[in-house]
């Protein structure tokens, strides 16, 4: 399929009006008593973050982890 990039929308920082972002990583941490390994395990997830402000938009967290994410930058303020 051919994309045709005018039939498609842009995507904006909710913080800076921004357009432009970069691949940025979460990691989370899975307890050995979850996955049953010897050791804990880490996870790490893609995200988009602002290149101007460095904001991440709540749609590009997983849904799951959305939560936890707006405690974090309430506790850094
Ligand atoms: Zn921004």
Redesign the pocket.
């Known amino acids: 399929m051919r994309l045709d990039l005018s039939q498609t929308t842009p995507i904006i920082?909710e913080?800076?009006n921004?357009q432009i972002f970069k691949e940025v990583m979460m990691i989370r941490k899975v307890s050995r008593f979850i996955t049953n390994q010897p050791q804990d395990t880490m996870v790490n997830i893609p995200l988009f973050s602002?290149h101007?402000?460095d904001?991440v938009n709540n749609e590009f967290l997983p849904e799951a982890l959305r939560s936890d994410y707006v405690e974090i930058v309430e506790e850094n303020n």
Do not use: A, E, M, T
């Open positions: 920082c913080k800076c921004g602002c101007k402000c904001h």
